[in-house]
């Protein structure tokens, strides 16, 4: 199992970036993913995920309303649309195959600043 995000960046309060992850070595059509983040000084916060066939997906009070996850199967990709982001949103963010971030990649970080 490879899982390698990438789409981080900095960027002002209020702005937008769209986070992706590329997954290898497994039947990604096949499996229910998650994204993950964790800020400097702070535990593990499970974001948002994703059924394997996309008819449902769940967010995190935090981030309802502002992020919208995805994925195309064809791609073995799955993505994070981040929009209207706070200083709060910094962290460094993880996929996963499962909502406790089993099987997570390196992660990108996302640094939100003015």
């Known amino acids: 199992v490879q899982l390698v995000e990438s789409g981080g960046g900095t960027v002002q309060p209020g702005g937008s970036l769209t986070l992706s992850c590329v997954a290898s070595?497994?039947?990604?059509?096949?499996?229910?993913m998650s994204w993950l983040r964790q800020a400097p000084g702070k535990g593990m916060e499970w974001v948002s995920s994703?059924?394997?066939?996309?008819?449902?997906?769940w967010y995190a009070d935090s981030v309802k309303g502002r992020f919208t996850i995805s994925r195309d199967n064809a791609k073995s990709t799955m993505y994070l649309q981040m929009n209207n982001l706070k200083s709060e949103d910094t962290a460094r963010y993880y996929c996963?195959?499962?909502?406790?971030?089993?099987?997570r990649g390196q992660g990108t970080q996302v640094t939100v600043s003015t």
């Open positions: 070595g497994f039947d990604f059509n096949l499996v229910y």
């Open positions: 994703i059924l394997d066939d996309s008819t449902k997906m």
């Open positions: 996963a195959t499962s909502r406790e971030g089993d099987n």
